[in-house]
């Protein structure tokens, strides 16, 4: 009688577990990009929020090398989620430039626009930088290899009359090791696109004399009118140590992106979970007071999720 009684018993849970999906835990990592960026503390954050309030939902931050890599993933399947720059994510899912040799991306999938990524050049304050026009010869790092930041350097740096070519030295580096090299006097400035401020410049403005580049006014403008995904900004001044004026540079916006088979029931619940939550971002990065409902859908690169979109429509901010 006893056996029966454990029999029934285990029978009848995995019945209702196989029904009711109990204790059946969801894994979904959010693809981000190198430590020293704006994307892993982000994508941290919001990996907390979607594990603390969807059920049964286990959300984890990637490590990568940022955008590129971001829709690689998403592309093959190593991760369910990522952070990605809205031009690359809209080349990607036209198949153009940086992905002209790749079938499109038609699969891919908005769930949020965060923050407005800002295009920082920093340079040695005694290196004779002051425009775009003087990394002429100089030793410069535009990225990681077929990075978002390089993807941007190859638009900017040209329309400012620099090509590659015309550097002293290139390099293809992380912002990790850009930072490095930067502080050891091997290279005379790095670039990124990320979100004010990162951890990488301001490390480098406390153990060097530091200058951020600005933009030529009249090139942003034909820029912004030719790249409608890019906007004028500023970073503001006293962000980093010794730079107390406004920057002038472009800006993108970063999104939160997936794939069309992502199951829309999941997508509502995360997207619901962020917005509901999205003040606890503030705590883990400056940025995170830049993350609202407001600007959800700014700079949209790809079709949205049916999941997010259920949300917006739900909430008003789609109608």
Excluded at 209 to 234: G, H, R, T
Excluded at 309 to 317: A, D, L, P, S
Aim: contains cysteine.
């Amino acid at each position: 009688m006893k056996k029966l009684t454990i029999l029934f018993l285990v029978t009848f849970f995995v019945f209702f577990t196989a029904i009711f999906g109990l204790a059946q835990n969801v894994y979904v990592d959010i693809a981000t990009g190198g430590t020293g960026g704006t994307y892993f503390p982000v994508g941290g954050a919001i990996a907390n929020i979607l594990s603390n309030n969807v059920e049964n939902l286990v959300a984890t931050a990637q490590t990568s090398n940022a955008s590129v890599t971001n829709l690689n993933y998403l592309l093959t399947g190593q991760a369910e989620t990522g952070i990605c720059q809205s031009n690359l994510a809209y080349w990607a899912y036209k198949g153009v430039v940086l992905f002209e040799d790749k079938e499109p991306f038609e699969g891919l999938r908005g769930i949020a626009s965060l923050y407005p990524e800002t295009i920082h050049i920093v340079a040695h304050a005694d290196a004779g930088i002051e425009t775009v026009a003087d990394l002429k010869g100089k030793r410069v790092s535009v990225g990681a290899p077929n990075s978002g930041n390089e993807a941007d350097a190859r638009i900017y740096l040209p329309a400012h009359g620099v090509e590659y070519e015309d550097l002293g030295k290139l390099e293809y580096l992380s912002m990790a090791e850009s930072a490095q090299l930067f502080a050891d006097y091997q290279i005379d400035c790095y670039t990124a696109t990320t979100g004010y401020p990162s951890s990488s410049f301001m490390d480098s403005a406390t153990q060097r004399d530091i200058v951020l580049v600005k933009m030529d006014d009249d090139v942003m403008d034909k820029l912004v009118e030719e790249y409608p995904y890019y906007a004028k900004e500023s970073i503001p001044g006293g962000l980093y140590k010794g730079v107390d004026e406004d920057t002038p540079t472009l800006a993108t916006p970063c999104w939160w992106l997936c794939t069309e088979d992502m199951d829309e029931e999941l997508v509502y619940q995360m997207t619901k979970a962020l917005w509901e939550n999205h003040e606890e971002i503030a705590k883990a990065h400056a940025q995170g007071k830049n993350i609202t409902p407001d600007t959800a859908l700014d700079g949209q690169p790809v079709p949205l999720h049916p999941g997010a979109e259920r949300y917006y429509k739900e909430v008003g901010i789609l109608k």
